[in-house]
């Protein structure tokens, strides 16, 4: 055992490039019949819907970048943070529907979040005659807007209301459980949000049960025209009809707009800036006057908005159902591939997983090797050369 | 760390005193009596040979799987207590032992006797293949290998091996044999499982104390001082990955062996997810820590929850209408589970186990506090 490891040490790199050389070669012979044998049009069909559900890996991996940008935390949670947001949309949007909103529901879940926005300093900011007003206020209107009753208005609503319990969700987790772990080892971190993730299992359990919701919110745009599906005939160098869902197509459009939005916040406005300087380098920025504290409970909060975001774009274009947390997990291999810190390879890493994962399917059909298989294949290809990813920095510590 | 306080008047006078596991004869007698007892119990049920209806029939149930699950969770103590190498992967690693000991005895005629340390070995060997990242990365870079392991070894489980391994369907094994006699009834397995799970956590003790204990303990600690130390880091990452596996390959063939009858379902993430829970509220890195854990989270999942759930249904509805109370067990064992933990590893988090130490050491100097 002693001398193998030994020679294997002392020959490291030059062992694992010829390994490398070979496995890269071994995989070509064995794929590119199986690349060669498909028709056409199933390869650009395939790489199509890759790249429309890459869209919403893209918009997974930048919550967790963020959180773990801002914190150092790695949210194995993120999964069930989106179905919560997914599911709060969604009762929202059917009870706004009905005209049935509970008042109850609406208020509490206002006052709830309200408190919690202006308690991130310290519980004392309650006694002051200012941030009570601001309570009353800000519960007052949310709660308000939450109950108005009108035509075409429960997208609306349920989207406030989403982003309510979104915030809400991503201030308590950081209240409560990562700020009292601050300083602890990174397995009582992972611990801490798988403790996490069972935790939202089972609160989604108690409210809303097991079931499977297809998010009806993409209908609106039968009524402008666009078919569902949307058709393309492939002509003669395809052979074929390229079939494109609709809900994927909006979900990815959508999804490219909220990563474009939030990157625009990151690097045009000051909260942005200062989430990114505290990212770089927690004690100057609070020697620049940056409240830390404060900056790590809005990137929670921000998080968990890209999370509830996420799980009604996911919900709409397929459905509402235990897998999500399943799909989140997917998406850490494409953070891990586009680089932890980056957030332009969160997009790289999202889109290339959702090829992968379609190009798998095609390829080997039968087996889930597309959705099961091949994202931590790719996982392990990229621990195995390039540990800090495609745009990472090279930062990690090597033994 | 562990509680060095003798009663006064006991001295050591040789090497293999100091050495001693039991250092007075009253830990000895202790020891060796809960061994006996535990022994016992099968014979004091109602389907044992005297058909004594002491005992609930129960329990042989319950410590069986709690034996299985300490050996499992010693394994996983062995790695992430005592190496410090955090591994989400230990569920798929007790798959691999239980599905190629059944197939081992399935296809290949094998007896129980020959398939458990063949399978043990053959899971150490995978353990060893996802060890192998830790030569380049570690922290939270190795937890995503691990994760990787948790999906890919049940993806080759349940669709390329499929005709081996019945793909999601369940699989059925045969009961083990000796000299002729059948372990097929209920309480007979509870004679292979509890002298191997004592055996296996009496082994892990001592290897903790070798010299690879102490190199697993410095890499833990600090990973480049040890290697500054002239450890082989690299080497006993990957002992402890094989000692890690090799547990779990014993634990899952005796779960196999056990119930005659397994499915992929029960080694999915949320299994080796609550392996790490077990093992962190019981304590890591103790050598008491899996027993204290496997049994309060069995405690929690098998008697506590069900006995809130009734409760819950008759009172909570009316204060939170919004409740579902269409199937409460599958919502409140995650959610008191995952609260359990969170207390743990914010109050808590060196778990049980040092509680336990804590309560020896007031008691042994008793009346003093110091």
Redesign the interface.
Known sequence: ??TI??TF?NN?RSITTGLYVVAVVLALIWLLPLIGGQRPYRLVQSTITGLLVGGIYALIALGIVVINKASGV?NFAHGWMMLLGGLIFYSFFTSSAAGTV?PA?AVALSLLTMIMVITTNGWRQLMQPRSLAILVIGTAVFSGALLITGANLQFVQALLGAALGGVLTGLVVERF?IR??IG?P???M???T??????????T??????VEIPLQVFTGVAQLGIPSPIRIDGGETLAGTIIIRTELLIAFILALLAFGGFVAFFRYTSAGLSMRATAENQKLAQSVGLRVRTILAVAWAIAALLAAVAGVLQGGATSLSLNMPLLA?RA??AV?LGG?ESIGGALVGGLVIGLVQEWANLLFPG???GT??AP??V??IV??IR?DGLFGQKR???? | MSANIRPSGVFDTSYAQDIALNRTRFDRLLANGLFVLLLLIPLLTLEGPFGLNILPQLWIGTIMRIAIFVIAVQGLNIL?GYT?Q?SLGHAAFMAVGAYSSAIMARHLGMSFWLALPLSALFTGAVGLIFGL?S???????L???T??AQ??IP?LLR??LEPLTNGSRPLDVPAPTLFGLSFASTGAMYYIIIPLSVFLCLAARNITRTRVGRAFVSIRDN??AA?LLGI????YK??AFFLSALYAGIAGCLMAFDTNNITLDSFL?DSS?TM??ML?IGG?GYPLGPLFGVAFVNLLTQNIIPALVVPVRDFVPRVLP???T???Y??????????A??VF??VA?RGLAHRWEIFKIAWKIRPFSH
């Open positions: 055992m002693a490891t030994r040490n490291r790695f509970s529901a459980t009292p772990l602890q990174l397995f009582a992972v611990l801490m798988l403790a996490l993730s069972e935790l939202l299992h089972g609160i359990q108690l409210i809303w049960g097991s997990l850490f291999p891990l932890l087996s889930q090797a099961e298989l931590y294949v996982l392990m621990l195995a540990p990690i510590e090597r033994i | 992430v410090g955090i990242p030569l380049r990365v570690k922290g939270f870079y937890v995503m290998a994760l990787a999906f890919i993806w669709y390329p990973d480049l290697e082989n880091v690299f080497a990957l002992q993430l997810i790490l829970a962190v890591a919004f409740i579902n269409v199937n409460l599958a919502a409140l064992s995650p959610l008191l589970f995952g609260l933990l969170m590893l914010i988090p």
